[in-house]
């Protein structure tokens, strides 16, 4: 079984295999087509189109065109949108689209043409990106210079939809901000928090004022937020109204670290999101935070013994100046994992790709939260064939497990305490631990197929293969060709539902209802173990990447 | 004044006549008082909620904080009452007037004197609007060019000349568009770097087809997109000779958009010479190649959009320069145990075409060291440091001057050139006695020729002076004149200048003087003076005053303003 990340193939290997499929052909083409691809070099066809936006159909001026396939060329559409490129030799090349201000179409199975006599002009769109962009004032209406905007967008990697930050500016001394080059798509927009920062001289030295964290349009925390969409090819306006609170000092200390290891303390909003705020701190563990506008924040501060980390967080509604703020270091505990190998043969439980010692699986926890626990997009992991198998340093949160089993090895059950890892998020507490169980069998089925003999063109795409009911555990992916199918090893016997998408980049194949509306295309098929089994797939267009 | 730094008070009574004084009526039971009106510079129209505030300033050189702050009314009037008798600096900002002091220039400011006999309730504080510019970067296409870096000069009196100097800079956002706020009047320059989005300047990148009509092709191909921007001056210039000016006046929102034009780009590959085993780029080896460029009077300005890469052993390839004039520097790389008789190097190029450069006959960096001695001191204090300032081309090396006096600028990447010599942060320290081997030495300025090192001793002694008095003009104390302490020779001896501006009761303090003999002189509107420069200067001498300042003593003058 193959089950990659990002579904395509290599250039080199699509080259290859189109080469060769080209080669094979060859004999029924009038075109001349000598037997070696590298003996005509420049090649007597030319390759001409237009460029448009795929949204409004216009076309796109100074878009850049690259070609790949035997040779490489280069050129740029035109006022008119117009290209044209000379001398290729026939054959099948891949169209590369670039220009600012669109999203980059590299290695899109959609730009795909085999040049030869009877090429025509083909029509490339590019999809315009969006923008957002706005103005922060103050309840006077007059601008707030200065002040941090951040922008969280989410983006769906491995059939999992993340949300992250995915850019961070300054408003100007108009009050303006402005993110470009955005994806189309839902994003959230947050304030501050922030001082009025141009004015050193306060108006009352006692009543310093500053703003809060604000969540568009007007939410203290993510969950009053509202989405902005961003619509290809057009920008979205969103303006901030703040209001001026007070600024309060805050103080304490952070205790129970090893004397002369570093501490880390971070502040973020009451929804987990970053934010950057002036924190002094002393090598004696002590901090004072000396503007902190009016909200509720988290603390969190972490340290390391050895190689043993510790953690302590704290959440604080700043209503007033405070002090003697304690943050505890206690150790994160360790999560070990504990693996279970099942086979009928006794001589697999110990062969290079795996023993008992060093399990051929590997384990991920991805923060489920909104923002993640994390601030930075991490997923915790351990590896496969790795001695130590245990998690040291998960913070307390929400996450899903991916449980990854080398072929020909099957997850059968995988439990955290109570939680089946296989079918629900787990809930990592502090101070409470509980061991990964984890239960390989290597009696799996494989499943093989293609598509239905009515689909003509030649075409790559991505197999799911969804354990059925509906569950957290992991569909199973995997490339097919129209030409060779697809074939996947060590499946857990049961049942499941087979689709077969032209693309599954952007699909969050983790969420049962982005697969409901497709349901009704895809195959049914119970696998047993240790048979083959094998399903003929209807082909599904998801209408992305056109 | 100088801003953050204080005179000691010194009323000079005597040429004063009592009865042209305005009356002041504050007894002085209830403390005096600083009074006004805050007016908009370039309209005179008075300016209603203005931040005001006062500072003390202290005797010891610092000014205490804010101690009183007030909101201007509608008629743009403040007060402050019940203050000491002292000096006040006196500040004020509001939105769309940056903070600024009482009468500022560059650093200097006058202060207030409050006390009997002295008027501080008739101010009339001329606050200048900010100015701004904006606008579009956009190629020859008239496409906008993102992400370009937009720098900002301007031309101003930096030590006593006129030079052309950094000072923001701007990023251009997707439609092209940058913005520069809170600037003050003045004459500025726009410099645009950046790289066309489209530029492919690794050639290497692309695959190496066999047959060699293809790679021919294939070369072609990979030129049309090795390309590159010059750095562009505004409005369309490679050159900053040919570089258009921007007049700002103040409150002036100007716009000023630059185009930038494509050209082949080129590459240079140094050599860096197979002796040296081992990547570049090792652990612990921090050898990157500084690239920069010189534009306006000598300024040598990093080259920023060019990519740096390191495939091959022994060859660091800059890809994406713009025909021209580089100045390449190697500084020495300070792998761990090595020592440091890799010095580093440097060579000035002419780039036409694609270029090979071999480190093996390009001159190394000048190695300055030199050790000095603490007159009446076995050890000197802990912190002090030399400086070499090359005025013309910007650049400043500090080092540190140990305890026992040595000091050696062995990390800095010093080419032959005309340096000031001083000692940076001198807490009251001064070179009484310096000569230099490899070098001429003429006052504080060192000329260091080419292929030298250059050895510099000395003698360090405490005791620093200090001048105070009071600027008048026929008889009546002068407030906002600017007073220089000009040092015999000033051609060779700028780090011995020293400068103020006298407060409102015509006093000032020039603080930190070297013990010599000075001519001290006051020049009314001197703004846009070349102060450092002695022929500009030379008419001023004569109207001067001569002081012969010593250690640790305060010489007490009167200076005629001109």
Known sequence: ???????????????????????????????????????????????????????????????????????????????????????????????????PGYSNQQGSRANRVIIGAGTGAVVLKLSPLGAIYGRVLDVAGQPVENEPIRLIGRSVREGRRRWNLVGSAESDEDGRFRFSSLAPGSYYLAAGPGMQSEMHLARDPKSKTGFPSLYYPNAPDLSGASPIQVVAGQQSEADFSMTAVPIYKVSGAVT??????????????????????????????????????????????SSHVGDQTLRAEIRLSVAANLDNVSLVLAPVPSIPIKVRMESRDASNLNSPRGSQQRPPVSVRLIPAAILGTEPSSSMVQQGAGQQVQAFHDVEPGRYAADVMPLSPWYVQSAQYGPTNLLSDDVTIAPGQSYPIEIVLRDDGATLTGNLQSSEKSATFGSVLVVPQPASKRGAKVAQFSSQSGFRMNGLAPGDYLVYAFDHADTLEYTNADALQSYASQATPVTLSANQETHVVLNLIRTGEGE | MTLGRVACVLLFAAGLPAQTQPAVSTPATQGYRIAGVVVNSLTGQPLPAVAVAIAPTTPHGSSREVSQTMVSGNDGRFAFAGLARGKYSLMAEARGFTLQSFESHDAYSSAIAVGPNLDSEDLVFRLQPDASIEGQVIDENNDPVQNATVRLFEKRITEGQRRTSPINQGQTDDQGHYRMGHLASGTYYLAVSARPWYAQNDRSASRRPSNPDIQAHAAQEAAALDVTYPLTFYPDSEDSAGANPIALHPGEQATADVVMHTVPALHLRIHTGGGNSGPLFAIGKTAFPRVSQRIFEGYLDPVSNSPVSGNEPGVVQILGLAPGH?????????????????????????????????????????????????????????????????????ERFNTPLSDKGQFDFSNDTVRPGRYNVLLSSPQGFFFS??????????????????????????????????????????????????????????????????????????????????????????????????????????????????????????????????
């Open chain 2, 326 to 394: 580089y100045v390449v520097e190697m500084p020495a790389s300070n792998a761990a145990g090595e020592k440091a008789s890799n010095r580093g190097w440097y060579r000035e190029i002419d780039l036409f075409g694609d270029a090979d450069l071999n480190v093996g006959d390009a001159p190394s960096f000048v190695a300055v060291s030199g050790s000095v001695i603490f007159q009446g001191e076995a050890t000197g204090p802990k912190n002090l440091a030399i400086q070499l300032s090359n005025p013309a081309t910007g």
């Open chain 1, 1 to 99: 079984m193959s089950s990659s990340s990002r579904p395509r193939f290599s250039r080199e290997v699509c080259t290859i295999l189109f080469c060769t499929w080209c080669l094979a052909l060859a004999g029924l083409s009038p075109a001349q087509v000598n037997s070696s691809p590298y003996s005509q070099n420049t090649g007597s066809f030319a390759l001409s189109g237009s460029v448009v936006n795929s949204v409004t159909g216009e076309p796109i001026a100074r878009a850049l065109v690259r070609v790949y396939g035997v040779v490489q060329r280069s050129a740029f559409t035109d006022i008119e949108g117009h290209f044209q490129i000379d001398s290729l030799p026939a054959g099948s090349i891949n169209i590369d689209l670039q220009k």
């Open chain 2, 433 to 562: 006695k310096l000569s230099a081997t490899g070098a001429k030495l003429v006052g504080r300025t060192l000329d260091i020729p080419g292929g030298s090192s250059v050895r510099l001793v000395g003698v360090v002694t405490r005791g620093l002076g200090q001048v105070d008095g009071v600027a008048l003009h026929d008889g009546q104390p002068f407030s906002g004149a600017m007073i220089v302490l000009v040092p015999q020779d000033p051609a060779s001896n700028l780090p011995l200048f020293r400068r103020d501006q006298s407060d409102s009761d015509g006093s000032f303090t020039l603080s930190n003087v070297v013990p010599g003999q000075y001519t001290v002189v006051a020049i009314a509107n001197p703004w846009d003076l070349e102060w450092g420069n002695p022929i500009v200067l030379q008419p001023y001498l004569k109207g001067g005053e001569a002081a012969q300042v010593t250690g640790e003593a305060k010489l007490q003058v009167k200076v005629e303003v001109h």
């Open chain 1, 256 to 301: 129970n670290f090893e004397p002369g290891r570093g501490v880390i303390l971070q502040a973020f909003s009451q929804s987990g999101d970053p934010i950057s705020i002036a924190i002094g701190m002393h090598m004696d563990g002590t901090f004072e935070i000396n503007a902190v506008p009016a909200g509720t924040y988290m603390l969190k501060a």
